[in-house]
């Protein structure tokens, strides 16, 4: 049986990575997988989730099964967190899955058990597990322009015309905030444009939000979901709490389903309980209780986040940093674009020959698409980078 197996694509990133650990070059530069590093280059445990890990630690009597939907004490706090009330409570289905790929997977398997002929709509680009999920699944997706190569922002005339082309009932999926790979991400008006086009289609809203808290702060980064999870009848929202949390290898996710209609929640609900029960039967559950803690202790929770914060504030600051850098070597203002992105990505819209080059001959590893993470950088490696930049001609 086993030689009838095909060898599958390799993870660009990771291959990425392997290169990056063999290169024995001192002054290399890594850009590459997406997690938060600190100045140090290190991906610290946040203070809080260490002091909720100790509490759980002492507390927990048991190790027994959660419900199939997990602890609802974590849905009731990630919803919380999310939605801060944008649509009541009874409107809203929720499960903890493994991470926000096992949210984004289930509700893709939503998508397919609700309505096998909808198409899903992603960003022309978007995250690469959205698509090879969704080719896994065998579901029917369609690219919409979401990029300007030439400003480096959002081409939202091109995706406007773009979602006009969706049939009722087609799934449009969305990034919450801080847009992986671009950066580039879409103001609350054109929010609010968007959700007009997919009310007036009769459309399905899809959110995955992974780094609220990372772009413009934790209520900032939530309120395009916010406006439309309380604007549509039906959307789907897949959360992660890897980056904002720094609980990466927890694997603690969530899935909400919410429906403009009470009546419906309690379907939802069990469909989304089902779909655990045959995917994995119950979600991890050490992550989901840390997060849940740490949201319902008020001094735990504010210590959280003054150290997102931190985080966010060093990033913007890196940010300001190589966009300064770059305008004074280049002398020009085309890479305004870095301080105006989001989040820990931004994809700087290099050819892949310059990608290519900017490994060989200076050690700085990004994805092939050019995306880099601002999060790789120090305020020692910003020139370095500015300056490898601007020689091989970006
Ligand atoms: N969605 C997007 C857009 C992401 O960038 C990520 C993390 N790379 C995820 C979802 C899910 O991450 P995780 O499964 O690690 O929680």
Redesign the pocket.
């Known amino acids: 049986m086993f030689e009838h197996l095909k060898p599958q694509p390799a993870d660009k990133i990771l291959a990425l990575m392997q290169m990056y650990r063999e290169d024995p070059r001192d002054q290399k530069i890594d850009l590459g997988v ?1 997690v938060y590093k600190n100045a140090e280059g290190i991906t610290p445990v946040m203070r809080a989730v260490k002091a909720a890990e100790r509490q759980v630690w002492e507390e927990q009597q048991s190790k027994a099964y959660t419900g199939l939907a997990g602890d609802p004490a974590y849905s009731d706090a990630m919803i919380n967190l999310i939605l801060n009330g944008a649509v009541p409570r009874e409107n809203v289905a929720a499960v903890a899955t ?7 997977r289930q509700a893709f398997e939503l998508v397919r058990m609700a309505n096998p002929s909808a198409r899903i709509f992603v960003s022309n680009p ?2 690469p ?2 698509i090879s999920i969704l080719n896994y699944l065998g579901i029917e997706m369609v690219p919409y322009r979401y990029f300007d190569a030439e400003t480096r922002g959002v081409d939202f005339d091109g995706m406007i015309e773009d979602l006009k082309q969706a049939r009722p009932g087609d799934v449009v999926l969305l ?1 919450g905030c801080c ?2 790979p671009t950066g580039a991400n879409m103001n609350l008006i054109q929010w609010q444009d968007v959700v007009n086009l997919i009310n007036e289609q009769g459309l399905i809203a899809m959110i ?4 609220q808290g990372f772009g413009d702060g934790l209520e900032e980064d939530a309120a395009a979901t916010r406006l439309v999870a309380s604007s549509v009848s039906e959307c789907l929202i ?1 959360a ?4 904002n949390f720094g609980v ?1 290898r927890e ?3 969530l899935l909400m389903a919410i429906s403009a209609d009470a009546s419906q929640t309690a379907l939802n609900q069990s469909t989304l309980a089902f779909l655990n029960r045959q995917n994995y039967s119950f979600p991890p559950d050490h992550g989901a209780r840390v997060v849940t803690t740490i949201l319902g202790d008020v001094a735990l929770r504010a210590d959280w986040q003054q150290e997102l914060e931190e985080v966010r504030l060093s990033m913007l600051g890196l940010r300001q940093q190589l966009a300064d850098e770059l305008q004074r070597l280049s002398g020009s203002d085309r890479f305004g674009f870095i301080a105006q992105h989001r989040g820990m990505f931004s994809r700087i819209g290099a050819a892949p020959e310059l990608v290519e080059k900017l490994r060989v001959e200076h050690g700085i590893y990004m994805v092939g698409d050019s995306r880099m993470n601002i999060a790789g950088l120090n305020a020692q490696t910003v020139p370095i980078l500015a300056q490898a930049i601007v020689e091989v001609g970006v």
């Open positions: 997406g493994p991470g926000g790929t096992g949210a984004c978007t995250w597990n959205h990034h847009h992986n995955d939000i992974a780094y897949a992660s709490c890897s980056k990466y694997r603690t996710g």
